[in-house]
Nanobody, 121 residues
């Protein structure tokens, strides 16, 4: 089990960039696969990107080419670099840790509290 805490969200205009961080503690961060999910009001939780314990990555089609997931094992931190933000990116963003490298929310065991990202036109 790991404890996760997201930060870096905020309100920006379309075309701007944000970098989200997820600080992990409690267990060996490097042993876990990590992922970002997001949830907009009235919508189901949506997969964004995942990164394996070894650094392999997979991004959802909706963010491919704009968002980049990364990790710094020395700092026990997960990142999501978001460029060219669009209004449809507005959501609460959650980081998650799991033992499988998959883009499915139910497969992740530990979740952060979320950080709000709001993108205006």
């Amino acid at each position: 089990q790991v404890q996760l805490a997201e930060s870096g969200g905020g309100s920006v205009q379309a075309g701007d960039s944000l970098r989200l961080s997820c600080a992990a503690s409690g267990r060996a961060f490097s042993d876990y696969h990590m992922a970002w999910f997001r949830q907009a009001p009235g919508k189901e939780r949506e997969f964004v990107a995942t990164i394996s314990s070894g650094g392999l990555t997979y991004h959802a089609d909706s963010v491919k080419g704009r968002f980049t997931i990364s990790r710094d094992n020395a700092k026990n931190t997960l990142y999501l670099q978001m460029n060219s933000l669009k209004p449809e990116d507005t959501a609460v963003y959650y980081c998650a840790a799991g033992i499988r490298f998959v883009p499915i929310a139910i497969e992740y065991n530990d979740w952060g509290q979320g950080t709000q990202v709001t993108v205006s036109s």
